[in-house]
Nanobody
Framework: QVQLAESGGGLVQAGGSLRLSCRGS????????MAWFRQAPGKEREFVAG???????YYADSVKGRFTISRDNAENTVYLEMNSLKPEDTAVYYC?????????????????WGQGTQVTASS
């Protein structure tokens, strides 16, 4: 069974940092584009950051310069380092992976999803 499992969410004060991890199991994701999305209450799920199998990275304008996505193919894991967190970053963060192709900002192009982890930045 293919699974993605996120960890690392929590509650921090505005300006603080968190590091999210997403570990894959059931198949290797080394050749897959992977991404982080987030969904705040009452809002649609939105793209945060993505990384290609060659480790080219892509970011939403709202997080550029503050968040960093990376991957460790040997560990089948993707990370999201989040710095200078703002209250508007508060959301459930989801890890996603596609079977193949390129990084996109559209949720329905990804085949596998984690269960989500809550990130709360308090003002």
């Amino acid at each position: 069974q293919v699974q993605l499992a996120e960890s690392g969410g929590g509650l921090v004060q505005a300006g603080g940092s968190l590091r999210l991890s997403c570990r894959g199991s059931g198949r290797t994701f080394s050749g897959s584009p992977m991404a982080w999305f987030r969904q705040a209450p009452g809002k649609e799920r939105e793209f945060v950051a993505g990384i290609s199998w060659r480790s080219f990275t892509y970011y939403a304008d709202s997080v550029k310069g503050r968040f960093t996505i990376s991957r460790d193919n040997a560990e089948n894991t993707v990370y999201l380092e989040m710095n200078s967190l703002k209250p508007e970053d508060t959301a459930v963060y989801y890890c996603a992976a596609a079977r193949s192709g390129v990084v996109t900002t559209t949720a329905n192009t990804y085949d596998y999803w984690g269960q989500g982890t809550q990130v709360t930045a308090s003002s």
